[in-house]
């Protein structure tokens, strides 16, 4: 996903503009632009290839100044990253225009608009949009008109920003499956993908619904429907502050994440548990008439929250006796899915605007399940609208794009959620109790776990020169091991792959040999006899392995085999969220070590809003 900051005032907007791509540059950061309106009437534009400072660099050295301006740091989809690629894109400088998403007719539009006289400088599917709305601008009388009438042409995700000469007061925003956020300011007023990048400057915001379009003036904000009607939409006060995204005494944002975790998962289970139970009006007001019902539950989500969903597996089905499948979400609409009766669709994301996951609980509205819930991080996301039960995440602002807080908080409201439905299931109160014990402990379990960072910083040295890694678990770890190797390859290029241990068999074991290194993970559970026999295997063949073990597990260093031993007491509920600090502060030290950008990392970016 791109990031979009648009502003307008009786101010210089250049500064607005700059500070929000700071702040949304985890969203993309092959590119980046500015757009302004001059005092002269004229459109202006800076671009530049690379990250938002380099923009800033040549806005220092070539200044750029006006009151009403969009901006956009890319994360390319259509055309390599450069300047020609980059947003915002001009039609013969009547209309400048930003973009996230994917216009999927761009083709078909780029040859009526070439047949029509405009000419085409860039690659992506992004100028098409800038030339149709200019032509459309030449029979309506107003930049909004203009945009109306021209995103009936779109098919596809977006989310647009436009600023013209031709309407001078005013920019003009439009969405359809991409967040548009608008900030109201004292006689001033600005539009943003994410409300972060406003945060320096407002507090209140609205949220554009499907198919809105926004006029945004210094005076006022006018929004119409997709029909064209004039809405209200609710004007809410953000809790975040200014600093939330800033890195503080940390030396990246990842490693300031990961420490943010105790106080993240604290948050999480705030008001969500009492001293024996778990309250599931935490869920929404239907949570209590639909929980008994559901006898069915199928997970999609994707990437780390996919991780998440493998996990809740094992705690649905070990604790509430219910049937539950586990799909990536970019893969569930296009099989036709088999709905069991009173089955309940959990979607899981961390920003509620992933593409594929969105569109996944689309679809599962028409397929007859029970009900839709979604587990999110942000309140005001489409997914989050959508979904029947409600679970909110409460890591706040996460700018790393290697989730960190968002996943292990999701886990715990994943925990939350499977005691939920276990109390319907023939838990007793006394084992909910226990349950609801062990997961107040965790933030006190994470804690304790952070200190084995400085441990951990020295086993890094072991993996910086590796091109390869393995990582193993069994039962509810074998994801925490999936997340693990995600987290090294994302932020140290590592390829790294993982293994529920009893398949080494099965052929991972022909990898084995020196240069590959195996990192365990070996909590004390029911499988830990057997995953000691897979490690035999790795050790028989010369590999060298790192065992994350808890200190009754029976692990001891020795020649090829180091032993980080984990916090006493942690539980099988506790184990896959205690579990994944470690692997969590040993990717971003490899990453230290290896030189590589720990934030963010090359070809990713933070949230996936196209398919």
Request: with cysteine; aromatic share 6%; charged share 20%.
């Amino acid at each position: 996903m791109c990031g979009i900051v648009g502003a307008v005032a009786p101010r210089d907007v250049t500064p607005i503009l700059v500070e929000g791509l700071r702040r949304l540059e985890y969203r993309g950061y092959d590119s980046a632009g500015v757009a302004l309106l001059t005092c002269h009437g004229e459109l202006e534009r800076r671009r530049a290839q690379g990250k938002v400072q380099q923009l800033a660099n040549d806005i220092a050295a070539n200044p750029i100044t006006g009151h009403r301006g969009i901006s956009h740091t890319r994360w390319a989809t259509h055309g390599v990253p450069s300047e020609r690629n980059a947003h915002p894109h001009f039609s013969s400088n009547l209309v400048g225009l930003v973009h996230n998403g994917i216009i999927e007719n761009h083709d078909e539009l780029r040859e009526e608009l070439r047949g029509k006289g405009y000419p085409f400088s860039s690659e992506t599917d992004t100028e098409v949009v800038a030339h149709l709305v200019a032509d459309e601008l030449k029979s309506c009388g107003s930049l909004r008109a203009a945009v109306q009438s021209a995103i009936t042409r779109l098919h596809g995700a977006y989310a647009i920003v436009l600023v013209s000469p031709l309407d001078p007061d005013c920019i003009v925003a439009a969405r359809a499956g991409c967040p548009v956020v608008v900030g109201y300011g004292v006689g001033e007023h600005y539009i943003a993908s994410d409300v972060q990048a406003l945060l320096p400057v407002t507090r209140r915001f609205c949220f554009l619904e499907e198919g809105d379009v926004a006029e945004i003036r210094e005076d006022s904000v006018l929004i119409v429907d997709r029909q064209g009607t004039r809405v209200e939409r609710p004007v809410r006060e953000s809790s975040l502050s200014a600093d939330a995204v800033e890195r503080g005494d940390y030396a990246h944002f990842m490693q300031k994440e990961i420490h943010e975790q105790p106080r993240a998962i604290a948050d999480t289970l705030a008001e969500r548990i009492t001293g024996k139970r778990v309250l599931t009006g935490a869920l929404g007001p239907l949570a209590e008439a639909l929980l008994p019902k559901i006898r069915n539950v199928h997970i999609v989500a994707c990437g780390t929250s996919y991780h998440a969903g493998l996990i809740a597996r094992y705690y649905i089905e070990q604790g509430a006796k219910l049937p539950c499948t586990v799909e990536v979400a970019s893969e569930y609409r296009y099989r036709n899915p088999v709905v069991p009766k009173d089955t309940l669709f959990l979607a899981i994301s961390q920003s509620g605007e992933t593409a594929d996951t969105l569109a996944a609980l689309r679809e599962a509205k028409k397929l007859g399940y029970l009900a839709t819930a979604a587990i999110c991080n942000v309140p005001e996301s489409s997914l989050v609208r959508e979904a029947n039960l409600v679970l909110m995440t409460r890591a706040g602002p996460e700018i790393g794009v290697a989730s960190t807080k968002a996943f292990t908080t999701q886990l715990v409201a994943l925990g939350i959620l499977g005691v939920a439905l276990a109390r319907h299931n023939g838990m007793s109160a006394s084992v909910e109790a226990q349950y609801v014990r062990q997961m107040a402990h965790v933030p006190e379990m994470i804690e304790r776990t952070l200190k084995l960072e400085v441990q951990i910083q020295a086993l890094a040295r072991h993996f910086a020169d590796k091109r390869h890694a393995l990582f193993l678990g069994r039962g509810p770890t074998w994801p925490v091991a999936l997340e693990g190797a995600l987290k090294l390859k994302e932020i140290s290029y590592i390829h790294a792959e993982a293994y529920p241990a009893g398949e080494l068999k099965h052929g991972p074991l022909a990898l084995i040999d020196e240069d590959m290194p195996v990192i365990a993970v070996a909590p004390n559970n029911a499988l830990l006899e057997k995953l000691k026999s897979n490690l035999e295997e790795v050790r028989a063949r010369g590999g060298k392995l790192y065992v994350f073990a808890d200190p009754e597990s029976g692990f001891t260093a020795s020649d090829g085999v180091e032993v980080i031993t984990m916090p006493e007491h942690i539980t099988p509920l506790q184990a896959p969220i205690v579990y994944t600090l470690p692997l969590q502060m040993l990717a971003y030290h490899v990453a230290l070590l290896r030189g590589t950008d720990v934030d963010q990392p090359r070809n990713l970016a933070k949230s996936v809003t196209v398919e």
